[in-house]
């Protein structure tokens, strides 16, 4: 018989001991080892927080982006990357409407002032270009002082055939005269328009021609350019001067600086006629608020001893009736050129009744005629005072006098010499009109006309 042992007993109770110290210890190893891995990931990521992002430096160059379609291999530019870019989202850079000459040369100057040579070649043309001109054109857009004249840098000079072929001019600032214009020579196809031809300005050191094209409507340009800058003597270069008199082109200066007309901005020079040694146009003015007011004729012939284009003619009828409108109250009779009964026109200045004065009017038009003699002290000029009929001979004569020489001190006032004018009087004995109606009574309007100075031009 086994015999039982109490559990009471101090020998039994170091055996349980013993037996159950041995089986928790794997696990107290165990746990142990958790917290230890626990402990080592805590410690691993605080370090992470603080530690700062790792970069990585490099000197080497992004490589430019490269056309790989492109045969040539070229780099594509920040333009043609922002037009492709457009074009992928459907929207493609704005180009010139064709069938507008005016969008057109717009759109050829701002490439230019642009230095966008690239674009200003495909707007204007292969068959307008040739090498040499591509060269000197993209010296001219790269010039420091290229620049477009504010605030009209295009100008259509006119018409060389009715709808068909126009001429547009690039005007340049800052330039000299005879230097400040590109032409196109437009040609329109199917409605749409195109550089048939350019006209590029002389380069520094080249001479400056009269005009930079010498057809038909270049000369008509040219002169009408001169006029308007009241520059007689290169007036007179594009003229014959048997057919078209110094006091016509003295008048049309006139005209155009107190009429303050200017020409037209659309189709100013309309082709009438075209032959081998045959032209015209007819010239568009307007007043100075934009109204339209008159026309008037231009014609050129040239002959085969003289291959140059001359103005052989200037019908100025519409223009003088337009002046007489607009300042006289359509009196045609009041005009500053009327016809010389000797031949051409004569130029002729107003005076108030009774008066030798002369007004504001007067003196404007004869500063013109004073910048005419300047330019050549051996022309000459005659004076002719006249009156109305109320009043003596006697009287008349004296006033008319006074009215001839009133015309010469003032020209002398202004530098002409005094050996270049001759006066005379005249008195009422040249009226223009009649100064009484058919029925006897007075004519106020006739009388008016009367009163004036005519001035021959002995050029």
Known sequence: MTDFISPNTSESRNAWRQTSTRSKAPLIAFLLLVLLAMSVTLVLLEFSKKKPPITQKT???????????????????????????????????????ATDPLDLITAIGNALANKDMAAAEKLIGSQALTADNIERLKKLSTDSHFKLRAPNPVREVGELEINKRARYSLELADQDIGRDRIYFDLLKEAGLWKVEKLTLPPSAGEPISRALIVDSLGISDAFLLAVLDQNFSLAKEFVNSEKVSDATLAGLCILFEE??????????????LQKDDLSSFLAYVEASDGSQAAQFAITLKKNANDPNWVIDELNLDQLL??????????????????????????????????????TLRTERQLAIVAMILK???????????????????????????????????????????PLQIVTAAKGLSEPRRPNVKADGEDDPEGRRANRRTEIYLDF
């Open 59 to 97: 000197t080497t160059p992004i490589a430019p982006i490269r056309n790989v379609e492109d045969p040539a291999i070229k780099e594509i530019t920040p333009r043609k990357e922002a037009e492709d870019k457009l074009k992928e989202m459907g929207i493609a850079p704005k180009q010139p409407d």
């Open 321 to 358: 009736s337009d002046y007489a409108k607009r300042f006289a109250g359509g009196d045609v009779y009041y005009s500053p050129l009327i016809k010389n009964p000797a031949g051409g026109d004569t130029l002729v200045l107003y005076f108030d009744f009774d008066e030798e004065k002369l």
């Open 375 to 417: 330019t050549d002290t051996k022309k000459k000029i005659h004076l002719s005072g006249h009156t109305d009929a109320l009043g003596s001979a006697s009287y008349n004569q004296n006033l008319s006098g006074d009215r001839a020489n009133s015309v010469k001190d003032y020209l002398i006032k202004t530098g002409v010499d």
């Open 259 to 272: 009429g303050n007309y200017r020409l037209r901005a659309e189709k100013p020079l309309r082709a009438m």
